[in-house]
């Protein structure tokens, strides 16, 4: 009797002690289509998880007559099969690989049935908008074969990551690339503080169209304004033009200066928005997922603009949930997200009261929720004053740090050009605040307004061995 895969399958799972604590983890008896060759595969892992041994046929025969849904009939079809099983010997590295291969196919066939379920309206449960994660997780699986990193044994490994180049998206700032040691890797959770007013959605669309300017695709979602008025911060940024000029532009001459970039850039830009505080993490994975099979859009980095205004996807606001606890939920599925997506995400956050009008805002001005600054992987605080408004300058101050010394560059200036929505770095030998600033901090440890600045900003030559 010529045996297909699943008896295969089944055969060693009784007479293959390696293979069997390797597989059973990832079997799954919805994989078997065949409903005799199921209910024994059912009791066989059902004993191996009890009982951390395999079955003999004859055990498994005892179970089978114990369940009242098996007929006369299917109990010697089970017979049969299991009398057909030996323990002849079968290459492990072959059957390990048809073993996975086993569990993709069948995952993915799975899958598509059940969204043609779906699609038909047959599904009780679920929606479309199920498809793409269903679709996603049958794709997914495979066998796992790392179970941790030896010390010892591993090392060769650990010096080739010690020395390994990380994927980074640099700024278009100099002071930004010397505190992240080159811009922000992948996995991380970055987020800017302010107050109302002060630049933080400016401060994500210039970045926005620095990253874009550089070949990144580029998502940026928003749950405060609309699509296209971030948008036209970005246009006002890539075409050098405050917004009220690039409103004015006749449509010829827009269409030119845009076929312009569009020749120069490589990556895309995708602007979505969401209504304030409906959208969490799983509308977020769920438009990923869609702009992939879609646009085969696959974003470098993503924006949220911003944290605050976005949902739980684990808490319900509102239902015995202080803020603290619920902001941080936010933080940690953002990351999570990070994470799972390879990319950097930048979000935003606002300060709390007792930080609106300081100009030395620190960690315990976050609003809402400590547990954002404890969840985030870098967190800077733009600052603004009247005298910094009258030299179109802003204050940058490191918060939190993961990529390099937090103490280094506590503290510098950038230029501002809201009209524009640009930054960008300012001349430290100009005789302007900057300079006056770090005069006074290495003179005396006061800058302006007499608040204390106890950094030391490093000099221009510092920045010499950097590539940007």
């Not at 959208?279 to 646009?295: G, I, S, T």
């Not at 204050?395 to 050009?417: C, E, H, P, T």
Request: glycine share 4%; hydrophobic share 35%.
């Amino acid at each position: 009797m010529t045996k297909n895969l699943e008896q295969i399958i089944l055969q060693n799972l009784l007479y293959n002690e390696e293979y069997s604590r390797k597989v059973t983890p990832f079997l799954k008896a919805e994989y078997f289509h065949d409903r005799n060759e199921k209910t024994a595969f059912t009791i066989v892992q059902n004993f191996i998880l009890t009982y951390n041994a395999s079955p003999t046929p004859e055990v498994v025969l005892i179970e089978v007559d114990k369940l009242k849904t098996v007929t006369e009939d299917d109990f010697k079809q089970i017979a049969s099969i299991l009398d057909s099983l030996s323990d002849d010997e079968v290459d492990f590295s072959w059957l390990t690989e048809q073993t996975e291969n086993f569990c993709k196919d069948k995952a993915v066939y799975n899958a598509i049935m059940e969204s043609i379920h779906i699609i038909d309206g047959e599904s009780k449960t679920q929606n479309s908008n199920a498809i793409p994660e269903i679709l996603s997780d049958a794709l997914a699986v495979s066998f796992d074969t790392h179970v941790g990193h030896d010390y010892l044994e591993d090392s060769d490994d650990r010096y080739d990551f010690y020395h390994k180049v990380e994927k980074k998206v640099p700024f278009d700032l100099e002071y930004f690339n010397t505190i992240t040691a080159g811009g922000t890797p992948q996995k991380t959770l970055n987020i800017i503080m302010a107050g109302t007013g002060v630049g933080k959605s400016l401060f994500l669309c210039h970045h926005a169209a620095n990253c874009l300017s550089q070949n990144n695709n580029v998502l940026y979602i928003t749950c405060e304004m609309a699509e296209e008025r971030i948008a036209e911060r970005i246009d006002a940024n890539l075409l050098d033009m405050t917004i009220d000029n690039v409103q004015d532009l006749p449509k010829t001459i827009y269409n030119k200066k845009l076929n312009n970039l569009k020749s120069k850039i490589k990556g895309k830009l995708i602007v979505k928005e969401y209504p304030t505080a409906t959208a969490n993490v799983n509308h977020f994975r769920a438009l990923l997922d869609e702009l992939w099979m879609k646009k085969q859009f696959k974003p470098d980095i993503i924006f949220i603009d911003y944290l605050n205004i976005c949902a739980s996807a684990r808490l319900k606001n509102g239902s015995n949930v202080n803020s603290y606890s619920y902001i941080k939920a936010i933080a940690e599925e953002l990351r999570g997200m990070a994470v799972e997506r390879s990319v950097p995400v930048f979000s935003a956050t606002q300060v709390n009261r007792n930080g609106f009008n300081n100009s030395d805002v620190g960690l315990e001005d976050t609003s809402e929720s400590f547990g954002l600054p404890a969840t985030a992987d870098f967190m800077i605080a733009l600052i603004s004053t009247e005298e910094l408004e009258e030299l179109n300058q802003i204050m940058v101050k490191q918060l939190k740090n993961r990529y390099n010394d937090v103490a280094s560059n506590k503290k510098f200036l950038l230029g501002i050009n809201r009209g524009k929505m640009k930054l960008y770095d300012v001349d430290h030998g100009s005789g302007d605040l900057t300079q006056s600033n770090q005069s006074a901090s290495q003179d005396s440890g006061t800058g302006f307004n007499g608040k204390n600045f106890d950094s030391k900003f490093e000099s221009k030559n510092s920045f010499e061995s950097w590539s940007i």
